[in-house]
Every structure is written in C-alpha cells, then in structure tokens.
C-alpha cells in the first residue's frame, strides 16, 4: 500500500480545506470500498481525509422533504421509520445491499460514490482497464461481460455501476448537497454519475475535492407507491444483475405519474425516462407495462454475455409495475 496521511475533519467546511492541503487527498467513509481499492494499489490516496464525523442526522423539513447528513450509516437509513414509512423503496434498496456489518460501517456519500464491480477494474495485475489506467484499453468488452452494461456504455468502458441505494435516489429525484473550494452547491442525483464516453477513470460530475454533505429526498405524494426489486445470483451478498427501483401514483387505473430507475445495466443509475413517457396518463395494463419497458430497452445492446439482461430488465419493470398497481403482469 503506498504511504498515506490521515486526519479527520470536525466538520464539512474543514473536510474541504484539508482535501484541499493535499493534491492526491481522498474522503474517508466507512472505507469498506475505498480501503479495499488501496490494499489492491487501485487507488493510491496521498492523504485521507475522514469525513465520518460529519452530519449523520436524518431531517424532516416543514415542506415534508428529508434531508440526510453524509456521514449517515446505511443502516440508520434503513431503519429510521420516516425512510421506511415515506420512501420504502430506499430502505429496500439499502438492505438489498452489502451484509449488515457493511451496512453498519458504510456512509450515504461513500454508497453513492463506491467504484464499479467490474472484475478486470479490480484486476490489477493481469487486465487492461481503462477506467483504472486511463487509455490502456478493455479487456471486459471482448472478455467475460456477464455483468456489463448494456446501455450507455462507450467503447472505453462497459463497467456498470454497483450501488442499490443510487437507483433508489435516482428514481426518488434526490438533490445532492456538495461543499467545494468554491462554496457549496446542489445538484440533481440523477447528474452526478457520468456515462463513460471518452474518460471512464470520471465517475461522477464532482470537481475535485467536493464533498458530498446531504442528500435531500423531495417530499412523496401520499398516494404513490413504491419499492425496489433487485435480481441477483444470490439471495443475499451479491451484486445487481438487473433492479428496478420504481414510484408509481394512479387515479382511477390510470397511471398519473410514475418514476422508474434501473441498476445493474449502466455506468450511473439509470433513470428509465422513455419508460416513463410511455406510461403516463395511460392505463395500468400489462400490455402498457410490457410496451413501456420496450421502449426502455430498445437501444440495448448486449456484448457476448449478457444479452440475458435485456429481458431480465424488461420482466422485471413488468414485474414491478405490477406489483404496485395490483395489475396482474
Ligand atoms: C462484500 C461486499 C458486498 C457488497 N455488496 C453490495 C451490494 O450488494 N450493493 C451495494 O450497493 N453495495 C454493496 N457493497 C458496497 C458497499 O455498499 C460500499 O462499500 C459502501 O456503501 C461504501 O461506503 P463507505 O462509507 O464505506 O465508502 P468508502 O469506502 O469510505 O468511500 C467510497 C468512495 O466514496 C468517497 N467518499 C466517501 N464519502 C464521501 C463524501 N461525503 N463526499 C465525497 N466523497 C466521499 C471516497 O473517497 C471513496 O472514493 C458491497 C461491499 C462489499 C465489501
């Protein structure tokens, strides 16, 4: 492991200026993702910098949206009875993930901001990856790509992005509370991910040394429904092939407003907009469902191992739709 520094910020604004000390500096969470890149020489941090004791709190606002502090534990999200009661599917998607000891030690920010599973990322040694070498080349695209994306990837990177809570957040419309250099800003969740494009080694929009300080969940209406479904090799300690995290509001077996995001298929959660368009303001059929998560999936393109997720992906938004609309799918 190559020699770092540690300190641990009091609070955000001085999180930010000890980041800024240190050019090669990186936020320190639970470290169950990052202290695993660094024992592995994938990340090679000069400075960490703990941002645990940073607000934990989970906070109902007059308005009726929640904010939740950074430093949150994954299973305080999980239990805190407004998140169970207001946004279920954040609590499901939370403990769909990981094992409880990793629920226990893992933050909101290092959840959100946790490095793809991509196996050649992790391969050191023996594999070409761009996203870990930038311009080395791929050795996922022509290689084993069973749980690759199979949208929005590029010819750079077919990576996909690990996290349940991130597709939760996505379909949730989520505002992201980060502190610079510069001040501190919001951004939409569903723009802080990238998509590879030219430069897959870029995870997210963050400029360097931003820190995530909150997450902000807008207040659900009364009548939406939601949850999150997660298909998986196994039934606990694994991955995502393909999820669904999904909010739906009818009227009258119509759908008024429906919000949908899958997992497991891109290199960023995956908001499902064209599923969406199709959907709203039309009937909750199954034969709506089946033509929406169509729509979603047209662009798909499978590489050699994963074509399977294509219709993973579509029985599983039937599957959930019908779930929350009592529509048999
Ligand atoms: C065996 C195993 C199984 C797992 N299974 C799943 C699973 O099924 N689903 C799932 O979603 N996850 C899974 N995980 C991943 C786990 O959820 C993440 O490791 C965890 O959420 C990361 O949180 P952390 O606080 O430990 O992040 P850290 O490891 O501390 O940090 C991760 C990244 O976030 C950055 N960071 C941390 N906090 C901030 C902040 N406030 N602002 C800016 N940057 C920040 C760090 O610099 C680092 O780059 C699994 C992990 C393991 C080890």
């Given at each position: 492991?190559?020699?770092?520094t540690?300190?641990?910020?009091?609070?955000a604004?001085?999180?930010v200026?000890l980041?800024?000390?240190?050019?090669?500096a990186?936020y320190?969470?639970?470290?169950?993702?990052?202290?695993d890149?660094?024992?592995?020489?994938?990340?090679?941090?000069?400075a960490?910098?703990?941002?645990?004791?940073l607000?934990?709190?989970?906070?109902t606002r007059?308005?009726g949206?929640?904010?939740?502090?950074a430093?949150?534990?994954n299973t305080?999200?999980a239990?805190?009875?407004?998140?169970?009661a207001?946004?279920?599917?954040?609590a499901?998607?939370?403990l769909?993930?990981?094992?409880?000891?990793?629920?226990n030690m893992?933050?909101?920010?290092?959840?959100?901001?946790?490095?793809?599973?991509?196996?050649?990322?992790?391969?050191?040694?023996g594999s070409?990856?761009?996203?870990?070498?930038p311009?080395?080349?791929?050795?996922?695209?022509?290689?084993?790509?069973?749980?690759h994306?199979?949208?929005?990837?590029s010819?750079?990177c077919?990576a996909t992005?690990?996290?349940?809570?991130?597709?939760?957040?996505?379909?949730?419309?989520?505002?992201?509370?980060v502190?610079?250099?510069?001040?501190e800003?919001?951004?939409?969740?569903?723009?802080?991910?990238?998509?590879?494009?030219?430069?897959?080694?870029?995870?997210?929009v963050?400029?360097?040394?931003e820190?995530?300080?909150?997450?902000e969940?807008?207040?659900m209406?009364p009548?939406?429904?939601?949850?999150?479904?997660?298909?998986?090799?196994r039934?606990s300690?694994?991955f995502?092939?393909?999820?669904?995290?999904?909010i739906?509001?009818?009227?009258?077996?119509?759908i008024?407003?429906?919000?949908?995001?899958?997992?497991?298929?891109?290199?960023?959660?995956?908001?499902?907009?064209k599923?969406?368009?199709a959907?709203?303001?039309?009937?909750a059929?199954?034969?709506?469902?089946?033509a929406?998560a169509?729509?979603?999936?047209?662009?798909?393109?499978?590489?050699?191992?994963?074509?399977?997720k294509?219709?993973l992906?579509?029985?599983?938004?039937?599957?959930?739709?019908?779930?929350l609309?009592g529509?048999?799918?």
């Open positions: 492991m190559t020699p770092f540690y300190a641990r910020a009091a609070d604004p001085a999180a200026r980041a800024e000390a240190t050019a090669a990186k320190l969470g639970g470290g169950t993702n990052l202290v890149l660094m024992r592995e020489g994938i990340e090679r941090p000069a960490l910098v703990d941002v645990t004791g607000s934990r709190t989970i906070e007059g308005d949206s929640v904010v939740i502090g430093a949150a534990s305080a999200v239990a805190d009875m407004t998140i169970r207001h946004y279920p599917l954040l499901r998607a939370i769909a993930g990981a094992s409880s000891q990793i629920r893992a933050t909101v920010g290092g959840n959100i901001l946790q490095r793809t599973r991509c196996t050649y990322f992790y391969d050191d040694t070409r990856c761009n996203k870990r070498n311009g080395q080349g791929c050795d996922a695209i022509h290689g084993f790509n069973r749980i994306a199979i949208l929005g990837s010819a750079l077919v992005h690990p996290s349940d809570m991130a597709v939760a957040l996505a379909a949730l419309d989520a505002v992201v509370h502190r610079g250099a510069g001040g800003r919001t951004l939409p969740f569903v723009d802080l991910h990238r998509l590879p494009e030219a430069h897959p080694e870029i995870d997210t963050l400029a360097p040394g820190l995530i300080t909150a997450i969940l807008p207040a209406s009548a939406a429904r939601s949850t999150y479904r997660k298909v998986r090799d039934a300690y694994a995502a092939l393909v999820s669904v995290a999904a739906v509001d009818t009227d009258g077996g119509a008024r407003d429906v919000r949908l995001a899958l997992g497991g298929v891109a290199h960023k959660p995956w908001r499902a907009t599923a969406e368009t959907l709203r303001g039309q009937p059929t199954a034969a709506n469902f089946r929406a169509e729509a979603e999936l047209a662009d798909a393109v499978p590489l050699r191992d994963n074509g399977f294509i219709e992906a579509r029985r599983a938004i039937v599957a959930v739709l019908g779930e609309t529509v048999a799918a």
